[in-house]
């Protein structure tokens, strides 16, 4: 056993007193991220301002064989910043510069605990943006979007956190300092960026992140298009992509969703069974054409009212009442479930049917807010824990919807992560082998998985002790575990 | 002669909270931990911690409900809310973290015991802000009084050696001060009479900015209305109100109440955020009192802030042109606890002339936050020094905005910078706008606090 | 090395002395019919490799591997083959694996913008089977024969990677055999999907190291409707970067923005490609043509020439011929003149010819060196390489004699992530059977 008070020494001399946390009711206000259902009370908290505070911190706990999660801005919903049990919460909120802004090469490096919003907001003056817009975007940090790979609305076009990391500068689990990848294109070597963005903190910790920048585009124009059938609006999106037009963001929302993110921040949508936003963005000429082309395939597919964003104010409360609305659930149901599941877009009508069967079988209302251009569904289990029963019920929900996407060919996360929520559902999705092959990677970066341990995957499992052959580990004799 | 703490420190009593009043469970269960509350927190911007975000102290709240001890811990961070509401606008879910602040600042305030130290310094602001007659008699030689009175009082109790960042604060918040303009007991409304208004003159305002209230007056008949301002009126309770003293403040809430009652007007006008957004409140604040509970919410019913009114009102008055570029500050009583935005920068922007400009981080507090500056010192000047580069980044002319407060922090923010800025409440411009007094007159080397010749 | 005989490079293409038993098992594995002795065409870097299988079905690939691991034979992979000469040779070569019979589609789910196919699949028969839908994997690599396996092993890309990105972009899925014969997949048919670790990035680039593609899935796009060109001859590196730079900050969305300087001593040339619909086009191209003319003489090709210019965008400056040293160059954009210069200096100190082309606005340059004996390209990447350290600019050799690649290190250096690198190698071929020596830091 770790003696705890010898290490808040050891992490006082590190980051100073007022960066160690470990008064009980402290605490416990880390105990929790985003998805407030996963509470564990971490043994202590750290906030380090520096890279080098970083590299000591974990080099503390891999002397002390401690575990430790890094932890943003705490607003994931899977679960991934839930603390480990007598372990290190490394909470990155201090570490928010903006070290470099190059628009020559169109790239920032920032820190981790940077806003993903404030990167925008730094470089707009100068007519360029960052991409991933997660609905979280004005307080989840870059820090957190390099672990769980956000997407956001315009993923669809411009691709995941992952296409726009260039490099990274990265502390190993044992505390060595790395850096993967750069700003220049190509890297030599195997693309260990790629493979570190979107392993939900588990194979180290971020502390600079070099981010391509885009420029702002000439034009953008959105319209929100309302439909009486969410089956309606998904036809509306077979027949933009079908007309090879690529869309910046096609976003549906049901019913119920409309009705949350109305009482939440009016953004006037219109009284329908689902509303369809739809931007398009890139040179006026082009996006000019397509949208004429959009408008009407919306017309097409049924729709009963075609609002044009005419302002950008206009645009903005557009957005306002779809970024909103998971938050903006809360007002219509005491509690809910958020679920990620992907499906290829055109099993939408299906699946969406098989959800609202799924529901009335047991009882429950789901709302339905989705990314409807790649398929990424969120549907929005409602639920009152102080009914009897009802969480139970809640839960099974979520589950077999997430089943339902894997039937269709998806992924039980499109955006969220894994994490320890969704990390007994892994197996559904990819075989033992398939899962032991990613632990090798887990083993090459923390092979005494002390670096978020207990998230992504379901069991257990220890590296090898040496490479090469493997030899069979103390604990797989007494069969505790399984080795790589 | 040192001052020990007493050996109430480092207490705790369990559980958190009594029954009279905790924070509401049904409200704190509307937070559903989405952290969009976090980039508006002014001590979650300046610390980067959970505990200091709204999000942690709703969280801290819940625990106490739970049974954990109410320790010191639990009350720093509760204390060092500024209570801007920053988070209630910025809250999709639509928390009431104002409710549940208020709850628990009660709580804190009867059951935590605090230190002789922060009693005494609490007493003094007490006994001093809210009263118009010892902030007037005060008033003559100002530095003086400072150094006869405040500082001999401080002195008595060993506080000087043992506060110093708090007496700092006070000693450069406190601005020097022009000639008294007193608002008559009624003013006329000059043309057709289109209403009839009380106006809270207040205890800071009336004191430091008394030409606000004369210019609020002035407006308000020239836009048609006849003004009352009665006198026997004090301290609307604000400040008691925003630091959890529910009973020094329901105090205040019945006298003012009364006050306006029998002057029988049809609106009451603020022209101090904090005071307006305290005043909307009474409702909320005697809802326990039998005798006042009904009373209380019509009289709530009937509060507006100057620029909400006048904008409700419309223009009758013409304008003169004043051609300045004006920074317009949002106080957060004002946008976020009222939530009125709009209407000030539609009053400034309807000057012919006047361009307006809009200044970065709008929503996060400038540190002033009624008398938070005064028991948070630190956190305060870090705000307030924040927002002063904010306002000079934008270049402008001059400053307005609707808080007697703000005015004071970013004068003594911007002092502390080496820098200085005109100011002016927004009802001064609009008065200067109405009287065609010409521009540089708002800004004639004169700062926040000091009145024209 | 148990089992394999075959050491580093031999010069006369002596093929591996394994004993048979092991050899008979990979053929069985592979199925006879699918297996012939290594010849001449099979060399790798002038290693001949024993057997070259080439396995039908994904199976048949993890019993080779399977039979390969348990004997310890080193495994080259090849697909068309087109890359083979990128990388040091190989350590030890028994097999050359090659996917060439993996070559069916499997699924173009059009609706859906996703297609999925075996990794011998040939970029150019995958297009073909996808124009009839109008679209297109977004991959324009310059090797014709090259299979989609071997584009991602390579991380090959081409001009178009400035819209479209390169295939670590475009792959959402692969499933591949590792050394030991397992099976694995990540990723998977949707283009979202965050669950699990990304093998797919991990793989993309890895030269065959950590094991064998033999499915991979791709996010698909429009086929542009229209495309238009416009052209600046440019006299200095600074002219170039000064054009490329302000393309860059314009709001134009070009697919590729290519060099091409056949001699530092005549003007070079930058083409501007623009594709899309077609009033978009014409706008676009015009507005590149203004812009470039601020940097040079400057036109929009007409109709006629279009056709044959876009196909010949991107190309090599060099074909396969062992005396032309083919290097890539890779650097931050805006350091596109300091490249420039670096290159033909180094050149210039060593004798040698140099012809560049390039993707001028992602900081891609291909250059080939013509000229010297195999000391002086030698020298050449040495010296090269010292010029552009400072930049943190990367120069990876491509095409080059045994002796030069015996010289100096193909890939150069892979800075402090390479004990990271070779960490990862371990974990998945402990035993070092899949390209032994090619990769960088001598995994």
């Known amino acids: ?484 | 002669m040192a001052v020990t703490d007493g050996p109430e420190l480092g207490t705790q009593v369990p559980p958190a909270f009594d029954r009279h009043h905790p924070p509401d469970k049904a409200l704190i269960d509307d937070c559903v931990h989405c952290g969009f509350c976090l980039p508006t927190c002014p001590t979650y911007v300046l610390w980067g911690e959970e505990m200091d975000s709204p999000r942690g102290r709703i969280y801290l709240m819940d625990i106490g409900l739970a049974g954990e001890p109410m320790n010191d811990e639990m009350v720093r961070h509760f204390d060092q809310c500024l209570g801007c509401m920053a988070c209630v606008t910025a809250c999709p879910s639509g928390v009431q973290y104002d409710k549940l602040i208020e709850a628990t600042r009660q709580q804190v305030e009867r059951r935590h015991p605090r230190t002789r130290r922060e009693r005494a310094f609490r007493a003094l602001v007490f006994s001093l802000f809210p009263k118009p007659r010892r902030l007037r008699l005060a008033r003559a030689p100002l530095r003086a009084y400072q150094r006869a009175r405040v500082s001999a009082l401080l002195r008595r109790t060993g506080l000087d050696r043992r506060l110093p960042a708090q007496l700092g604060a006070l000693e450069a918040l406190l601005p020097d001060l022009g000639p008294m303009e007193k608002v008559p007991e009624l003013t006329p409304a000059s043309g057709q009479r289109r209403a009839r208004v009380g106006l809270l003159v207040g205890c800071v305002q009336a004191v430091f900015f008394p030409q606000v209230n004369a210019a609020t007056a002035r407006v308000l008949a020239a836009e048609g209305c006849e003004v009352a301002a009665p006198p026997e009126q004090g301290c609307c309770g604000a400040l008691s109100l925003h630091s959890g003293r529910e009973k020094e403040a329901s105090r205040y809430a019945r006298r003012t109440i009364a006050v306006f009652e029998a002057a029988g007007v049809d609106t009451v006008v603020v022209n101090a955020a904090g005071c307006g957004s305290s005043m909307k409140e009474y409702g909320h604040l005697l809802r326990d009192d039998p005798k006042w509970a009904e009373r209380a919410a019509r009289f709530s019913a009937k509060v507006r802030d100057a620029t909400e009114f006048l904008a409700e009102l419309g223009p009758a008055a013409e304008r003169q042109p004043l051609p300045l570029t004006v920074a317009y500050h949002d106080a957060c009583h004002l946008a976020h606890a009222q939530g009125i935005r709009q209407p000030p920068r539609q009053l400034l922007g309807a000057v012919p002339g006047l361009e307006l400009r809009e200044i970065e981080e709008a929503e996060i507090c400038c540190g002033s936050a009624g008398v938070y500056n005064l028991f948070e010192p630190e956190p305060a000047a870090e705000l307030g020094e924040r927002k002063a580069r904010n306002l000079l980044a934008t270049g402008a002319d001059l400053l307005a905005t609707a808080n007697p407060g703000c005015l004071l922090q970013l004068r003594a923010s911007l002092a502390r910078l080496g820098e200085r800025l005109p100011m002016a409440h927004v009802m001064e411009v609009i008065d200067a706008a109405i009287r065609g007094a010409p521009a540089g007159e708002l800004l004639d080397g004169r700062p926040a606090g000091k009145t024209r010749a | 090395m148990a089992g394999a005989a075959s050491q580093g490079p031999a010069s006369e293409g002596s093929g591996s002395a394994v004993a048979t038993e092991p050899l008979d098992a990979v053929r069985r594995a592979a199925g006879a019919e699918h297996t012939r002795p290594g010849g001449p065409a099979d060399e790798v870097d002038g290693v001949r490799p024993a057997l070259v299988p080439e396995p039908d079905t994904v199976d048949r690939v993890r019993e080779v591997m399977r039979a390969a691991h348990q004997a310890g034979l080193h495994v080259v992979v090849r697909g068309g083959g087109t890359k083979l000469g990128w990388g040091a040779p190989p350590a030890g070569l028994d097999l050359v694996l090659s996917t060439a019979r993996l070559d069916q589609v499997l699924e173009h789910a059009a609706g859906d913008l996703v297609v999925r196919a075996q990794a011998g699949v040939r970029l150019a028969d995958l297009q073909r089977e996808l124009a009839p839908a109008s679209q297109m994997l977004a991959l324009d690599p310059p090797e014709p024969d090259a299979t989609l396996g071997g584009i991602v092993a390579a991380g090959a890309s081409g001009p178009r990677r400035l819209r479209y990105g390169t295939a670590r972009d475009l792959l959402i899925g692969v499933t591949v055999v590792l050394a030991d014969g397992t099976l694995a997949h990540s990723g998977g048919k949707v283009v979202k999907n965050v669950a699990g670790y990304d093998l797919g990035k991990l793989f993309t680039g890895s030269f065959g190291t950590l094991g064998v593609l033999v499915e991979v899935i791709f996010r698909l796009h429009p086929l542009p409707a229209a495309a238009g060109l416009a052209v600046v001859e440019v006299a200095t590196p600074d002219q170039a970067g000064a054009a490329v730079r302000a393309l860059s900050a314009s709001s134009l969305v070009p697919s590729a923005v290519e060099l091409d300087w056949p001699d530092p001593a005549v003007p070079g040339t930058l083409s501007v490609l623009v594709e899309g619909v077609a009033p978009g086009v014409e706008a676009q191209t015009g507005t590149a043509a203004r812009l470039l003319a601020e940097h040079g003489q400057a036109r929009v090709l007409d109709p006629g020439e279009l056709d044959a210019a876009v196909a010949a965008l991107g190309a090599l400056p060099w074909t396969p011929d062992p005396d032309v040293l083919g290097v890539k160059l890779a650097s931050v954009p805006a350091d596109l003149p300091a490249a420039l210069t670096a290159l033909w200096e180094a050149a210039g100190a060593h004798d040698l010819d140099a012809r560049v082309r390039g993707h001028a606005a992602t900081g891609v340059l291909w250059a080939a060196l013509r000229g010297g004996d195999a000391a002086r390209k030698a020298a050449f990447v040495t010296d090269a390489r010292d010029r552009l350290a400072l930049g943190g600019a990367s120069l990876v050799v491509h095409q080059a004699a045994p002796e030069v690649k015996e010289a100096v290190e193909v890939w150069g250096p892979a800075g402090d992530a390479a004990g990271l690198m070779r960490r990862v190698k371990r974990q998945f071929d402990p035993e070092g059977v899949l390209s032994p020596g090619r990769f960088v830091g001598g995994i």
Not at chain 1, 47 to 76: D, I, N, Y
Not at chain 1, 125 to 149: F, K, R, T
Not at chain 1, 287 to 300: D, G, I, K, P
Not at chain 1, 367 to 396: I, M, S, T
Request: aromatic share 6%.
């Open chain 1, 1 to 484: 056993m770790v003696d705890r008070d010898r290490l808040i020494r050891r992490m006082r001399q590190i980051v100073g007193d007022a960066g160690v946390i470990h008064e009980r009711n402290q605490l416990r206000t880390y105990e929790t991220d985003g998805l407030a259902a996963f509470r564990v009370i971490p043994a202590l908290v750290v906030l380090p301002e520096t890279a080098e505070q970083v590299q000591a911190v974990v080099r503390a706990c891999h002397q002390a064989k401690v575990p430790f999660v890094a932890r943003g801005s705490g607003t994931g919903l899977s679960g991934g910043a839930l603390p480990a049990a007598d372990g290190v919460l490394v909470v990155l909120s201090r570490m928010r510069a903006i070290v470099e802004v190059d628009y020559d090469n169109q790239r920032a490096v920032v820190e981790p605990g940077v806003i993903n919003l404030h990167v925008t907001e730094e470089v707009a003056p100068h007519g360029y943006y960052y991409a991933p817009d997660p609905s979280s975007q004005l307080v989840c940090s870059i820090g957190g979007n390099v672990a769980e790979n956000s997407g956001g609305a315009h993923c669809l076009k411009y691709g995941f956190t992952t296409n726009h990391v260039t490099g990274l500068e990265v502390v190993l689990p044992d505390g060595e300092l790395v850096h993967l990848g750069g700003k220049g294109p190509d890297p030599v070597g195997y693309d260990l960026a790629g493979a570190f963005v979107g392993s939900e903190g588990t194979l180290g910790i971020a502390t600079k992140v070099t981010l391509r920048l885009l420029r702002k585009p000439e034009a953008v124009r959105t319209l929100l298009a309302a439909y009486d059938s969410t089956d309606a609006a998904g036809e509306a999106v077979s027949k933009i992509i079908a007309a090879g037009i690529v869309p910046a963001a096609v976003e549906m929302m049901d019913a119920l969703a409309i009705e949350a993110a109305e009482a939440a921040v009016h953004p006037n949508y219109p009284d329908a069974d689902a509303v369809l936003i739809v931007e398009l963005d890139g040179p006026e000429a082009e996006v000019s054409h397509q949208f004429a082309e959009v408008e009407r395939l919306c017309q097409e597919a049924g729709s009963s009212t075609i609002q044009i964003a005419q302002s950008e104010a206009e645009r903005a409360l557009f957005w306002k009442g779809r970024k909103s609305a998971f938050a903006a659930v809360g007002r219509i149901s005491p509690d809910y479930y958020v679920q990620d599941g992907v499906i290829p877009r055109t099993a939408l009508s299906a699946v969406l049917r098989r959800i609202s069967e799924m529901a009335a079988e047991r009882g429950l209302r789901v709302a339905n807010v989705f990314h409807a251009g790649d398929g990424n569904l969120h549907p929005l289990v409602l639920y009152d824990a102080d009914v009897e029963g009802e969480e139970e019920r809640a839960e099974e929900l979520s589950a077999e919807i997430l089943f339902a996407c894997l039937d269709h060919g998806g992924s039980i996360t499109g955006e969220h992560g894994v994490g320890a929520d969704k990390k007994q559902y892994l197996p559904r999705q990819f075989s033992a082998d398939d899962l032991d092959v990613m632990q090798l990677l887990r083993c090459a970066f923390d092979p005494d998985g002390r670096c978020n341990p207990g998230k992504v995957f379901p069991t257990p499992r220890l590296c090898g002790e040496v490479p090469g052959k493997r030899r069979v580990h103390p604990v797989e004799a007494a069969g505790l575990a399984e080795v790589f």
